[in-house]
């Protein structure tokens, strides 16, 4: 049974950092793509970053280039999503993908 777990959320001022985690289980991270989205309700869920199987190629959305960084660290099966100098636009519910496998999410509420 695959399982994907995020985590790191939470409440941070504008200009601040969080980092998130997506534990995954019952799947090798190291064979697969990982993906992060994001979804503010009413929206339809957005495209955040994605990271090859080999970690050696990323991709970001035009709205997070230069202040996001995705990775992965496959000994211990978990991805992470850096997230700098935090706008309140970037408030959402983060979702980990992996294989067509969706985690719960984990929310960020960026606000003074």
């Known amino acids: 049974q695959v399982q994907l777990v995020e985590s790191g959320g939470g409440l941070v001022q504008p200009g601040g950092s969080l980092r998130l985690s997506c534990a995954a289980s019952?799947?090798?991270?190291?064979?697969?793509?990982m993906q992060w989205y994001r979804q503010t309700p009413g929206k339809d869920r957005e495209f955040v970053a994605v990271?090859?199987?080999?970690?050696?190629?990323?991709y970001y959305a035009d709205s997070v280039k230069g202040r996001f960084t995705i990775s992965r660290d496959n000994a211990k099966n978990t991805g992470y999503l850096q997230m700098n100098n935090l706008k309140p636009e970037d408030t959402a519910i983060y979702y980990c993908t992996i294989a067509s496998n969706w985690g719960q999410g984990t929310q960020v509420t960026v606000s003074s």
């Open positions: 990271i090859s199987w080999k970690g050696d190629s990323t």
């Open positions: 019952g799947l090798t991270l190291s064979a697969n793509s």
